[in-house]
């Protein structure tokens, strides 16, 4: 059982409720969690708002706040081997992901954001008023309440949880109802590298949980990632005061294959650009757009890397593919495959769920499919799940557009020997990232986000800083008073 993290104490929901997280791997129940409420929610808004006026925090110096963080990517690799096996087990991502990525990963966004606590300044402006000093301040936004999905349940909340606390804020984090232990254990270490009571909080719970942070007068920003549907509920929850939202919501990335291109490197890309974490990834190549002459080829060649991987349980080390992450998600991906065989695609390889010894996991074979047109679901439906949609294209200058005919424009990625093909592309494509024959990365130091529907603003790098601070002006008349 996990409790709750308010003002710097552990404790149960005050209703008593309770929910239980699953094992993916065999379905069976891992944990059981506190609930959190409406009057729990009141008491993390009450805890995150008096620190953020208690001088142990407000009053505490950049170099300190920057060692509690470094302090906390050392717990994080401290206990490294502990955090990934519970990612595992609750998320059902491989362990060589866990522990190759999403650990390391977490630890270095600590780092990161750590070294920026001394470097978020102001700017003296050269106003034109005769006599006048004018100065800008960066100041904390206030409480910020982080909404995280499951896909990458620690690695998104260090994303949020690093640049909230350098740039001064307090946080009431709230993990998805999947996958809530690795944040629990996060906090437990955050505890430890000695924020002062009510700087950090925890409230584990699903969407009404989430609904009543992003609708409480007391929260000045809302970080989420997570669904398009649900970006859209919290712009509505936001009205009342105007609280400050970063989304980043949905992606369906397009993978431009050239005629030039290296098909066994855009092959080893490619497949690992879509199945990564089995797609469930909001950056995931979702449609793959390949010149004609090089379609039958790519295809075949994605199909037999993607059925050569190994589905199975994270915790096995030869696993290369995990489960999906719920019996539910796993039933949307599915449906998602049968109406794309209902409208014509041509299934190439997978297409149903794994059975066997995976029987009881909510393990999805990887699945190809040939002759995609641009009408089709299966091409403009966000998936999330380890499908592999293959289009043909004529003529590289109607690709743009193809491409760009989405809601979403979170990635795109381009495969091509040619540089001018490559950075015409790069800058033409309407998303926040542009991958160029490599996989998509994140990384702490440059921007994550979406243009259109994938989402509002973005985190990482410096746009993190702008994302968690409120600019102030400050005027001075320097003449006689
Ligand atoms: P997915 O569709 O991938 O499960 P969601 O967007 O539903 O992702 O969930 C992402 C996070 O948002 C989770 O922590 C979830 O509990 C939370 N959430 C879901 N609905 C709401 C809501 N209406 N308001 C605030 N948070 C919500």
Known sequence: MTDLFIGGEWGPAEA??????????????????????????????????????????????????????????DLVEEHADELAELETRDNGQPLAVAGGVTVPGAAEHFRYFAGWCTKIE?????VSFPDTLHYTRREPVGVCALITPWNFPLMLAAWKLAPALACGNTVIIKPAEQTPLSTVM??????????????????????ATGAALAEHSGVDKVSFTGSTEVGRKLVH????NLKRLTLELGGKTPSIIAADADIDAAVAGNVQGALFNSGQVCAAYARFYVDRRRADEFTEKMAAAAAALVLG????????????VSEEHLAKVDSHVRGARAEGAELVTGG??????LAEGFFYEPTVFAGVTDEMAIAREEVFGPVIPVLAYDDPDEIVERANDSAYGLAASVWTRDLSTAHRLAAKVRAGAVFINMIHVPDAATTWGGFKASGWGREMGPYAIDAYTEVKGVWTHLGGA
């Open 352 to 357: 149903r769920r794994a059975g066997g010894r």
């Open 313 to 324: 349980p994270g915790l096995d080390p030869a696993s290369q593919l995990g489960p999906l």
């Open 122 to 126: 102001g700017s003296v402006v050269p």
């Open 16 to 73: 008593g409720a309770t929910f239980t997280t699953l094992n993916p791997a065999d379905g069976s129940v891992f944990e059981e969690c506190a609930e959190a409420g409406a009057p729990d929610v009141d008491r993390a808004v009450a805890a995150a708002r008096s620190a953020l006026a208690d001088p142990a925090w407000a009053g505490m110096t950049a170099a300190a706040r920057a060692r509690m963080l470094w302090r906390v990517a």
């Open 237 to 240: 929850a936001s009205a009342g």
């Open 186 to 207: 996060l906090v437990e270490l955050m505890e430890r590298a000695g924020f002062p009571p009510g700087v950090v909080n925890l409230l584990t719970g699903g969407p």
